[in-house]
């Protein structure tokens, strides 16, 4: 009986892990569209490069 038990236990936690948890939300979808690169209006992809830089203009000269 013990052993009945622990494998239940353990078809429970199975299935609740397969199909509980999602991602993404019901009838809309994931929203992909924020990962994409971007384009310019001809669907070429930009060249720019962001300006990063540690410490500000001020501190830099110094």
Not at 2 to 24: D, V
Not at 35 to 54: I, P, V
């Amino acid at each position: 009986m013990k052993r009945l038990s622990r494998y239940f236990m353990f078809l429970g936690l199975a299935l609740f892990l397969s199909i509980g948890p999602t991602s993404c939300k019901t009838g809309e979808g994931c929203n992909t569209s924020s990962y994409t690169a971007k384009t310019d209006k001809d669907g070429n992809l930009s060249m720019k490069r962001g300006k990063s830089n540690l410490f500000s203009k001020k501190k830099r000269k110094r």
